[in-house]
């Protein structure tokens, strides 16, 4: 009888299997705590009990997030709402899932003492990611005539340590504690949350073609997820084993301090209110702010529709 | 135990013992002391001098292979502009390098962006050695490896100079850990064109630094300007962990300094305090390339000799102190030892024996001078004892002759009382006591032809010069008086027979009368003393006036007036000498006249013997206890019914 049974069930889990189709969630970036909600989710079986047969697949050097949706490589990724609010734009819909970062954790480490205003900064040498993020960067410069020259890199730390360039910009659960964790002591901090310019950042997106098709699919993915962020949250230290776990497995250089770091900045950057509970929703009024800002400097021909690029849902 | 039972503790080379004992212990330990931190200090000085030394040799060898480097990418980078017109001979170019030098694992030609129109972006010829050794050469730019954002390619472009790379995992080019020397080139305008680089593998690094072996369990690490590790035992920690993330949430001033330092080329050392115990850091940097070099040795295994040191010498101090007890109790038992033969010998001495042996001294030391001021005491006690017994012999003696002569002298002195027991018109009583064994004071009376003769006196000074004249005095007025019927007269003649040869000038105050007992007539004379009272019948108390006088044996010839009255019966004749109303107490109060008169007037009533038994009784109440400085006498007449 019991042998009946184990067929019995072995045949449903794989009738199962075979309904949950595999969905391929690629972060924007390789392993780190940025993303530890989703490998919570992944990890404690989340994903699994929503019926979901979630892949984790990060991206390469040569294959960026955008690259792999757009390809098809991967149906949902996450990515800066400017990003995905440029891409909208250009060539591919996107829809907002789950509106993780709710400030902006630019900042922007320079050698000079005193630095209080980016005026302070003009005609200066500049670090900025190769791979983009500098939008609203370059629309101060722009805004403001600062003649910065900007110096497109991959890695800041050693070209700020040679003093190869004045200032750089960088994260505030990334660089900054990398260069804590190298013995700098910046000159100056400029926080762009704290001047005008606390946009909200990292999201999980997915096509809208993807999303039409799959709108319930989406819906468990992003409710998952945000169950994994809530886990994390109470869970810092469990968190941090998973995402070390992944980190190890990529052969990522970093350790777990700087990963804690990451970690507790990144969680603090999901509140809405500081010590909030994170809403996991797209502020309107900010993206309407940010909207209005790629426009005038013709980061995007016409401004996004929010309900659009909210799925229609919110 | 000790001799005479006394314990180790209580005796005198007990606590001498314990004294040295304890001082040199004191002394040994601070001495030990004292050794023990100069030995440290110059085992940490030696050992830090060592660590610098090897660290010294590594950084030199170090240097020296990156100046190798330096020398063959400079000897070969002035190759590349007269060969700018053929990329591929860019390739005989970087593997001459790896030809010319054995540390360099890889070496390019890194163009700007469309140099050769050809190439397009990415043209870098560059030579490697695959795992064979054999020399490889490749393009190494395209889409996925675009080496233009590499820190190799874009420092030394941006400051226009030659740059050492921090180390970096390179799986792009290399597929090791590496780090690249590069140089940027310029053409004619100034304008750069390429970065000519050479790869060196941290393999040999590794090998260098952590073949150091400065100390048996020290262990050595590496890290770069941006503090990441690149050499360390813990392979987990290269390039993942720095010397701040690996320290986290430790906090203190070594840590610090010795981070600051290491990230700031500083050489220098400190001592660390972690959970696993005391660690030595020394370090110091790659001045080429500003990576501190790093020797961690446990605090113990450098203090390894010192503790040994400090174990052997505790050991040796226990062992000196025990000998050293043992031989500072038996010595000073020793030299104690005679000093108990004393403590006998004086205790024979207390019991009398002064003649005991006294232990034999062949010192001269002190216990010699001991010896002689016992041998000298023994002498001056016999002698003083002897002497004692004469003096006791004599004073004894003396005693005696003074108990006869009291005898004597009281035996001239009538005491016979009542003296006059057959006869019924006259009570008398008189007595005397001499302040020492015998005194100056007298009296005397007897009855011719119904006239009491009578006489009480007081001679100047006291004991036997004055027990003498009282006893010439007396004799002389018992053979004197029966020849004369005036008291004047008798007194004359007593005065004349003192003051003939009186070269002591010794005198006597009296008074004397004849009392005739049918007609209460009462004839007189004073001699400078004190003017009896009269107690009346009706017990009034008043003195008899007296000529003053002189006192007897002063001035021979001198002519004493008599005097008279009349006694009525029933009254009586107090005679008294100064013993009596200048008796003191202990505060030096007197007796006083007055005192002498309230006493006679209450006893007005009572016989004569009572009267001087009641005045002897309350002048001795009065002196309570003081000493008796003076005779006393008394003499009391009553002319009877």
Same mark, same amino acid.
């Given at each position: 009888m019991k042998k009946y049974l184990m067929i019995l069930c072995m045949a449903v889990a794989s009738l199962f299997h075979a309904h949950a189709q595999q969905i391929t969630f690629t972060p924007q970036w390789t392993p780190q705590s940025q993303f530890a909600g989703y490998y919570a989710a992944l990890e404690n079986g989340y994903y699994a009990e929503a019926g979901l047969d979630v892949a984790?697949?990060? +991206?390469?050097?040569?294959?960026?997030?955008m690259d792999m949706i757009n390809d098809g490589t991967s149906d949902i990724i996450t990515s800066e709402l400017i990003q995905a609010m440029m891409t909208t734009d250009a060539d591919m819909k996107l829809v907002n899932l789950l509106q993780t970062?709710?400030?902006?954790?630019?900042?922007?480490?320079?050698?000079?003492?005193?630095?209080?205003?980016?005026?302070?900064?003009?005609g200066c040498r500049i670090g900025t990611w190769k791979v983009g993020f500098s939008e609203i960067p370059h629309m101060i410069d722009e805004e403001q005539h600062l003649d910065i020259e900007w110096v497109k890199l991959i890695n800041s730390l050693n070209l700020y340590i040679a003093g190869a360039i004045d200032a750089t910009l960088a994260k505030s659960y990334n660089e900054l504690i990398l260069f804590s964790m190298s013995g700098i002591t910046p000159g100056s901090v400029l926080y762009f949350s704290e001047h005008g310019y606390d946009f909200p950042e990292d999201g999980l997106y997915v096509s809208e073609a993807f999303y039409k098709k799959n709108p319930e699919k989406c819906r468990?993915?992003?409710?998952?997820?945000?169950?994994?962020?809530d886990w994390v949250r109470d869970n810092r230290e469990d968190a941090l084993d998973i995402v070390m776990k992944y980190v190890k497995e990529s052969n990522v250089p970093t350790n777990r301090y700087n990963q804690k770091w990451m970690l507790d900045a990144i969680l603090e950057a999901h509140e809405d209110v500081k010590g909030g509970t994170p809403s996991y929703r797209l502020?309107?009024?900010?993206?309407?702010?940010?909207?209005?800002?790629?426009?005038? !400097?013709? !980061?995007?021909?016409? +401004?996004?529709? !929010?309900?659009?690029?909210?799925?229609g849902t919110r | 135990m000790m001799k005479n039972g006394r314990k180790f503790k209580n005796s005198l080379s007990g606590r001498l013992t314990v004294g040295v004992v304890i001082v040199s212990a004191i002394i040994f330990t601070l001495t030990c002391t004292v050794f023990i931190r100069m030995a440290a200090n110059k085992v940490r000085e030696e050992a830090t001098k060592h660590a610098h030394s090897e660290l010294s040799n590594t950084i030199h060898q170090i240097d020296a292979v990156l100046n190798a480097v330096e020398i063959a990418v400079e000897n070969t980078a002035w190759l590349v502009p007269y060969r700018l017109a053929s990329p591929d001979f860019m390739y005989s170019i970087t593997e001459r390098m790896l030809q010319n030098n054995e540390f360099i694992c890889g070496a390019a030609v890194a163009f700007e962006p469309h140099y050769y129109a050809s190439e397009g972006r990415y043209f870098s010829p560059y030579s490697y050695r695959d795992p064979n050794g054999e020399i490889k050469s490749k393009q190494l730019g395209n889409e996925t490896y675009d080496y233009h954002y590499m820190d190799w390619y874009q420092i030394p472009k941006l400051l226009d100079e030659p740059y050492w790379s921090e180390p970096y995992y390179d799986d792009g080019g290399g597929? =090791? =850990? =590496?780090?690249?020397?590069?140089?940027? #080139?310029? /053409?004619?305008?100034?304008n750069l064109y390429a970065i000519i680089t050479a790869d060196l593998s941290l393999e040999w690094l590794t090998e260098l630094v952590g073949g150091i072996q400065a100390f048996e369990r020290s262990y050595n690490l590496m890290v770069s300007r941006n503090a990441s590790f690149i050499v360390h035992p813990d392979h987990n920690l290269i390039l993942n962990e720095t010397i701040y993330s690996s320290t986290y949430g430790e906090d203190d001033e070594s840590l610090k300094k010795m981070q600051d330092d290491m990230v700031n080329c500083r050489a220098g050392q400190v001592l660390r305090d972690k959970e696993g115990g005391k660690f030595f850091v020394f370090y110091s940097p790659v001045e080429t390339t500003c990576w501190s070099v790093a020797i961690v040795c446990p605090r113990s295994e450098l203090y390894l000799g010192v503790k040994k040191l400090r174990s052997l010498l505790i050991f040796l101090g226990v062992i000196m102190l025990l000998l050293m007890m043992? #031989?500072?109790?038996?010595?000073?038992?020793?030299?104690?030892?005679?000093?108990?033969? %004393?403590? /006998?010998?004086?205790?024979?001495?207390?019991?009398?024996? %002064? /003649?005991?042996?006294?232990?034999?001294?062949?010192?001269? /030391?002190e216990l010699k001078d001991l010896h002689d001021s016992f041998e000298y005491l023994q002498q001056s006690l016999v002698r003083y004892i002897d002497e004692l017994k004469s003096t006791t012999a004599n004073k004894e003696r003396i005693e005696s002759e003074l108990r006869i002569a009291q005898a004597i002298q009281m035996g001239m002195l009538p005491k016979s009382f009542p003296a006059f027991p057959d006869r019924d018109d006259i009570a008398l009583a008189a007595k005397i006591v001499p302040a020492k064994e015998v005194g100056g004071d007298l009296y005397d009376f007897f009855i011719e032809n119904d006239k009491l003769y009578f006489i009480v006196g007081d001679v100047s000074g006291k004991g036997i010069p004055a027990s003498l004249v009282m006893a010439v005095t007396c004799r002389l007025f018992r053979s004197i008086a029966s020849f004369h019927d005036k008291p004047e007269e008798i007194i004359t003649s007593l005065n004349d027979s003192l003051s003939d040869g009186n070269e002591s000038n010794m005198f006597c105050t009296a008074f004397l009368g004849i009392l005739d007992l049918k007609?209460?007539?009462?004839?007189?004379?004073n001699a400078g003393h004190n003017a009896p009272l009269v107690i009346g019948s009706n017990g009034n108390v008043s003195a008899i006036p007296v000529e003053p006088n002189l006192p007897l044996g002063l001035f021979n010839g001198f002519p004493y007036q008599g005097q008279e009255t009349k006694l009525e019966k029933g009254t009586m004749l107090y005679l008294f000498t100064d013993g009596v109303n200048e008796a003191e107490d202990m505060e030096m109060n007197?007796?006083?006249?007055?005192? #002498?008169?309230?006493?006679?007037e209450k006893n007005a009533g009572a016989e004569p013997k009572e009267i001087v038994e009641t005045t002897f009784a309350q002048v001795q109440l009065h002196a309570d206890g003081a000493n008796q400085s003076d005779d006393i006498t008394v003499m009391c007449i009553k002319i009877c019914q």
């Open positions: 984790i697949v990060h +991206p390469t050097s040569s294959n960026n997030s970062t709710q400030h902006s954790t630019l900042v922007l480490i320079s050698r000079t003492k005193n630095v209080r205003d980016f005026a302070d900064l003009a468990l993915f992003a409710e998952a997820s945000k169950k994994g962020w502020d309107e009024d900010a993206f309407n702010r940010l909207n209005e800002a790629l426009v005038k !400097y013709g !980061y995007i021909a016409r +401004p996004v529709v !929010y309900e659009r690029f909210t799925g | 597929e =090791m =850990m =590496m780090t690249t020397y590069s140089k940027p #080139l310029y /053409d004619e305008y100034g043992y #031989l500072s109790y038996h010595g000073i038992r020793k030299v104690v030892a005679p000093v108990e033969d %004393f403590s /006998d010998v004086a205790k024979k001495i207390a019991h009398g024996e %002064f /003649d005991a042996e006294l232990p034999k001294i062949q010192s001269q /030391d007609t209460g007539r009462l004839d007189y004379c007197q007796f006083g006249d007055d005192r #002498l008169v309230s006493l006679l």
